[in-house]
């Protein structure tokens, strides 16, 4: 299906610039389609949890191994919403989580504050929901 586009103007840092540039080069397609794909994928990620909703997707955290308890007590705390954990360690020493989630939406934006406060150097929601 060919979408409506509407043109205008925006400036952009210009180490972004190169790096679209850069990207559609590599992917043989043009800076508008980058540009879409970004915005898409940015609003998408910014309008997910606007509405509340019954919520499951996998979260992705990343912390430095010394933060482990604290990681393992909000882990425990939130149980209920954690329905099944893998834990592994990364080549560069860091311990990483990769939960799946099923819980109200409320529920699954207080786990991910709760460990971006733990101090995790990823924390990454993937919803696995239309
Ligand atoms: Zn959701």
Do not use: Q, W
């Amino acid at each position: 299906m060919k979408r409506c586009k509407v043109r205008f103007g925006i400036s952009l840092e210009s180490d972004l610039a190169s790096d679209v540039e850069r990207l559609a080069s590599v992917m043989g397609t043009n800076r508008s389609h980058i540009v879409n794909m970004a915005v898409r994928s940015f609003l998408d990620e910014k309008f997910h949890f606007t509405a509340p909703h019954e919520c499951e997707g996998v979260l992705v955290v990343s912390y430095e191994p010394r933060r482990g308890s604290l990681i393992d007590s909000e882990i425990e705390r939130r149980k209920e919403a954690i329905r099944s954990r893998l834990h592994l360690h990364t080549t560069e020493g860091l311990c990483t989580e990769v939960l799946y989630v099923k819980a109200y939406s409320d529920e699954i934006v207080g786990l991910e504050s709760s460990m971006n406060r733990c101090g995790c150097k990823v924390c990454k929601f993937i919803p696995l929901h239309s």
